[in-house]
């Protein structure tokens, strides 16, 4: 595996444009997993310095990432991809407007529902999150289910050469 410093070029580059609509997976989907890995098992120093390196782009890689594993923890009935894409969405939100990470967090609330996880499990805090994270997640499950709904979010569910995936309706 190439070294987090190795991976910012990479994630920040034309290789990702259009990461989002790509098929589900993908190999940029591995490459974004085993990036978000390392940094949740760096330590908080590490992560300081990692985070510093990184910009927007990075960010909106990582709420991209966040999405299509939400959706395809459905397709594979399997919420350990929800937990990576919580992750992500924790490392997203030190990168991007806040703003942004909400609907994709409401993608991994309704993929766990779909799932019969318990969503407040499923959406627990990342180990590497820090507090302002924990914050808007805990506001986030405050709210009334009507504003956590995808449809109010944007997305709509919807299906990708017959499997599942979430589709933006903006």
């Not at 994630?11 to 974004?32: E, F, H, M, N, W």
């Not at 703003?99 to 779909?114: G, H, N, T, Y």
């Not at 994270?133 to 506001?139: I, P, S, V």
Request: with cysteine; charged share 25%.
């Amino acid at each position: 595996m190439a070294t987090i410093e190795d991976m910012l070029p990479f994630l920040d580059s034309k290789a990702t444009d259009l990461y989002g609509p790509r098929p589900i997976p993908c190999d940029i989907d591995q490459a974004v997993r085993e990036f978000v890995e390392a940094i949740a098992q760096s330590d908080e120093e590490t992560r300081s310095t990692i985070f510093a390196l990184m910009n927007e782009q990075h960010g909106f890689v990582l709420l991209a990432f966040a999405e299509r594993m939400a959706a395809y923890a459905v397709r594979k009935q399997d919420p350990s991809f929800l937990a990576e894409g919580l992750t992500a969405l924790a490392f997203a939100y030190r990168l991007v407007y806040w703003k942004e990470v909400i609907p994709i967090l409401s993608l991994v609330f309704r993929s766990a529902q779909k799932l019969g996880v318990d969503e407040t499990k499923v959406l627990s805090l990342p180990p590497a999150a820090d507090a302002s994270f924990a914050r808007m997640l805990r506001e986030f499950m405050a709210r009334d289910p009507q504003t956590r709904d995808i449809k109010d979010m944007g997305y709509i569910e919807s299906s990708d050469e017959g499997t599942f995936r979430y589709a933006r309706t903006w």
